[in-house]
């Protein structure tokens, strides 16, 4: 019998990470008020007590730093998980990431490798100011050496988190903040598949939704109400934005014809852009009509008054949904 | 000169070649008084190498074999002094010029000029040499030393008083680069963590033809300070205070004293690279200034001063005869790398796109050889 339990995708980050400390004593966790406070979302809460300072402490409040001594970290044989406190505050830290830590491997032909986590707490939708509401995936997406990854339940929140600090390679787990508390069953015993796999979670057999991270749910919703006016949505969720999965993508848009990629970065240069193309390039016979990408728009990310006008919900997906079934 | 070489320095050899401990560094006067002839022969001996191979590396350059070289003439004695001072445990986060450390440790000076011709990035094993690769992003290596030493620290490998098991860490940046953020973020994360780790600055006055002016206000030996991290100044064309000071300040951090700041003064003899042009923005006066402090000419001094005959500057000249030969036959056997290696190593674990493009790159070359029906028409 399987021992399945409900928690939030923040309780089961973090159940998942005491299991990776349990496992592998060189796992560290540091960033930013990690340590007391379990971070400002509490990812990290009650660590401290079970593992010790040690294993868990407070960075300084210097984003280059916290990665780039990771990266030395990792050189000595530790398996850093670093926490960036918002999306917006990564790009101090850009440099380290793109021009160290995503190509140290292979600039030393694999005698050193970058067992690196990057916990980036991502997207909109919680009323925040300025840089507290970002996604940028895509920035991290484009270049080669990361592996850039998102749950978007607990289940993948509790396995996800684990397979990400097995990795050898350095991986950016981008979490969705404003699921944080959304609840779901966590089976503590078996795995679901790799983390670079996308998975069904909802069949259908007119269009196909791609999506990841906060945008899965609120797809859910759209397909919901799409079945509730008669039309059969399978909604993918690709757990996976680098390797993206495109072989689950490809067979979905064979039964399909219809492709709308959702995500809440800015469209124009995405993660689903890529998609988009990919899908063109490997599946043109299949398509019925031109992908659609339903996203963020090209603009700053909105003070907070605007970001339901922003942000695409189950209603801006459904009126893409219309487009594709019409085209 | 400037302001800044009025403040106080290490210096235990002065530009005549006269060995001496001012009273203000006492300290530092046993590390020399345990060397032994021979290490003075060696230091000299790898000087004159690292000075060989620069030359013979400018020549490669000019003659197409090399894309660029980074000349280090000068700055022999702050990086064989300050390389041999570094223990057999130790490990070493260089920038782009440390061709004199890499001499110290081992390092095949042929897979500094592989990269410079384009072949690879280095190759060789950072475990394994303690000799950690070049970094070309100015001052990121400071914070990898950082956390390689809150690792040693975490370790349990410092100050137990076993300099046989307990190591330190050695950095080396430029003037310039301590102008970047992530070096004073490195001075905070250091410091706090309390680690064992050196800062060798190797100030040789310009950052390609920007002067140490542009990057500070105040003397860069003082840049560690306000953050805990304390420093000192030396001679840079000194290489018995560059391997004294380096010495103490690494046993130091080896028994738990935390981070220190060497600010080594010397001046950069040649161009900042093959594609610079230095009479663009300094004079002869300045140059012939610090040619009068050249720190090979000022061992060369000591040593004759020491009783040290011509044979062995003989010996050293035929060696650097030797080690052109060397450098020329192997740089001119040197081919191009195979077209798999820039997918080689860039994840540890299968990646579907990587397998994707190599298959296709190796389609697309294999398609030539079919359509020029002899191979190899490429």
Redesign the interface.
């Known amino acids: 019998m399987s021992n399945t339990v409900e928690m939030s995708i923040a309780k089961a980050i973090n159940a998942g990470l005491r299991r990776a400390m349990q496992d592998n004593p060189k796992v ?1 966790v540091f960033g930013q008020d990690v340590a007391q406070l379990g971070g400002v979302f509490r990812v990290t809460e009650g660590i401290l007590d079970e593992f010790g300072p ?1 294993r868990i402490f407070n ?2 409040i ?1 984003e ?2 916290i ?12 398996s850093p998980v670093t926490e960036i406190q918002f999306d917006g505050f990564i790009f ?1 830290a850009f ?2 990431i793109t ?2 830590l995503a190509k140290i ?9 970058m067992p690196v986590v990057i916990r980036v707490p991502f997207g909109g939708g919680i009323g925040a100011v300025e840089h507290h509401s970002e996604s940028p995936e895509a920035y991290f997406a484009h270049t ?2 990361l ?1 850039v990854i998102s749950p978007a339940t607990p289940n993948d929140a509790y396995w996800m988190i684990q397979q990400a600090v097995a ?3 350095p991986v950016l787990f981008f979490e969705p903040k404003r699921r944080y508390w959304q609840k779901g069953p966590v089976n503590l015993d078996t795995p679901p598949a790799g983390m670079h796999t996308a998975k069904v979670v909802r069949e259908g057999s007119q269009l196909t939704i791609a999506t990841y991270g906060p945008m899965v749910t609120t797809s859910l919703e759209a397909a919901a109400i799409a079945a509730e006016e008669g039309t059969s949505i399978e909604v993918i969720d690709m757990r996976s934005m680098a ?1 993206i999965d ?1 072989n689950t993508i490809i067979e979905s848009v064979k039964k399909t014809g219809h492709l709308v990629v959702v995500s809440e970065a800015s469209t124009n240069v995405s993660v689903a852009s890529e998609v988009a193309a990919r899908v063109a390039e490997l599946a043109f016979y299949h398509l019925e009509a031109p992908v659609l990408r339903v996203g963020g728009f090209d603009v700053p990310y909105p003070a907070a008054k605007l970001e339901e006008k922003f942000l695409p919900d189950a209603d801006r997906i459904l009126e893409a949904v219309d487009r594709s079934l019409a085209f | 000169m400037t302001s800044q070489d009025r403040v106080p320095m290490v210096q235990l050899l002065n530009p005549e070649g006269e060995y001496g401990v001012p009273s203000a560094y006492a300290e530092y006067g046993k590390y020399i008084e345990a060397l032994k002839e021979e290490d003075f022969l060696k230091f000299y001996r790898d000087m004159a190498r690292m000075r060989r191979f620069d030359y013979e590396a400018t020549a490669l350059q000019r003659q197409g074999q090399l894309g660029l070289w980074i000349p280090a003439i000068g700055q022999e004695a702050a990086q064989i002094g300050s390389g041999y001072a570094v223990g057999h445990n130790d490990h070493i986060f260089p920038s782009y010029r440390e061709h004199g450390v890499a001499i110290t440790h081992g390092i095949d000076l042929m897979s500094i000029l592989k990269m410079l011709r384009g072949v690879n990035h280095g190759g060789w094993n950072p475990d394994e040499t303690r000799f950690h690769l070049y970094a070309i992003v100015l001052a990121t290596q400071t914070l990898h030393a950082t956390g390689y030493a809150m690792g040693v620290k975490f370790d349990g490998k410092v100050g137990n008083g076993d300099l046989e098991n307990d190591l330190a860490v050695i950095t080396y940046i430029g003037d310039g680069a301590t102008a970047e953020g992530e070096a004073s973020e490195s001075f905070l994360f250091a410091a706090t963590n309390k680690v064992p780790l050196v800062y060798f600055i190797q100030n040789n006055q310009y950052a390609i033809s920007s002067p140490v002016a542009t990057q500070t206000t105040v003397p860069l030996f003082q840049r560690g300070a306000g953050f805990g991290v304390p420093g000192i100044r030396i001679d840079g064309n000194d290489v018995l205070a560059s391997y004294a000071v380096t010495k103490k300040h690494m046993d130091d951090a080896r028994e738990g004293a935390g981070p220190h700041l060497i600010e080594a003064l010397t001046y950069r003899m040649g161009a900042h690279t093959s594609s610079d042009d230095p009479t663009k923005y300094r004079s002869k006066d300045e140059e012939e200034y610090w040619k009068a402090r050249d720190p090979l000419a000022r061992l060369e001094k000591f040593l004759r001063r020491q009783g040290i005959n011509q044979s062995f500057f003989d010996e050293c000249e035929a060696a650097g005869e030797e080690l052109s030969a060397y450098v020329r036959s192997e740089t001119f056997a040197l081919g191009n790398p195979p077209i798999e290696n820039m997918f080689k190593h860039v994840y540890s674990e299968a990646h579907p796109l990587i397998e994707e493009q190599l298959a296709w790159l190796e389609g697309y070359e294999a398609s030539f050889d079919d359509a020029s029906g002899n191979g190899g028409a490429h």
């Open positions: 560290l040690s960075s300084p210097a280059a730093g990665i780039g001594t990771a990266i030395g970290l990792a050189m000595r044989g530790y101090p440099n380290q021009t160290q491997q292979n600039r030393s032909e694999g005698y050193l490798s080669p050496g592996r990795s050898k390679d390797p495109f």
